[in-house]
């Protein structure tokens, strides 16, 4: 099936460590996005990666896609208590065709 | 603010009723999203209209229904409702149906 999958699915970071999530799809991806859900929030876009191989930073935050359009990765450097939240991945093939969020990564950051 | 706005913010109400969940999208936006979100779950996506089509259709039930009007408002039914029914239903826009989405700040349905 059309799966998207996301590891970790929880993280506890030490404020200042790294933190990465990984979303992996069962199927060639045409783009993927990344959303943020603060606790008691709504998602929120970060960034959407069109292109294989593609590299893209946010500040603190680098969003990757895989060479085979299958996977991506967001790395946060330094972690900080704002990065609190969880993190998901989406996907859609076609405009035509239902969106699909992974399970997202739940991120906590201990001060 | 995201410039996309839910009605009601809390809904309470009895399982077997039928409500009605209202969503308008940011200025300029012509696709409409439909997702629930159970306690501590993903997002499942619902539908998706585009200038009053409908676009896509996830796993919505049939006892829910959902229309996007001419001036490009959408609404969720949701019918014959059960416990399990209670989650926090967003909404959310863009301008076209692969651009990035607007979330609403949600409708938090209990069915009890």
């Known amino acids: 099936g059309q799966q998207v999958m996301q590891i970790p699915q929880y993280q506890h970071v030490q404020e200042g460590e790294d933190f990465t999530t990984y979303c992996n799809s069962s199927?060639?991806?045409?783009?993927i996005q990344w959303y943020k859900q603060r606790p008691g929030g709504h998602p929120v876009f970060l960034i959407q990666?069109?292109?294989?191989?593609e590299v893209k930073k946010q500040k603190r935050l680098t969003f990757q896609f895989g060479e085979a359009k299958k996977n991506s990765s967001l790395h946060i450097t330094a972690t900080q208590t704002t990065d609190v939240g969880t993190y998901f991945c989406?996907?859609?093939?076609?405009?035509?065709?239902?969106?699909?969020f992974g399970p997202g990564t739940s991120l906590s950051v201990i001060p | 603010d995201s410039g996309v706005t839910q009605t009601p913010k809390h809904l309470i109400t009895a399982t077997g009723q039928r409500v009605t969940l209202r969503c308008s999208p940011r200025?300029?936006?012509?696709?409409v999203y439909w997702y629930q979100q159970s306690l501590d779950q993903g997002l499942q996506f619902l539908i998706q209209?585009?200038?009053?089509?409908?676009?896509a259709k996830g796993n919505i039930l049939e006892r829910f229904s959902a229309q996007q009007f001419p001036d490009l408002h959408s609404e969720l039914n949701l019918s014959s409702l059960e416990l399990g029914d209670s989650a926090l239903y967003f909404c959310?826009?863009?301008?076209?149906?692969?651009?990035?989405?607007?979330f609403g700040p949600g409708t938090r349905l209990t069915v009890l």
């Open positions: 989406a996907r859609a093939k076609t405009s035509y065709d239902k969106v699909i």
């Open positions: 200025s300029g936006d012509l696709s």
């Open positions: 209209y585009y200038n009053g089509e409908e676009r």
């Open positions: 959310a826009s863009s301008v076209g149906p692969r651009n990035e989405q607007f």
């Open positions: 990666l069109v292109k294989s191989g």
């Open positions: 199927t060639t991806l045409s783009n």
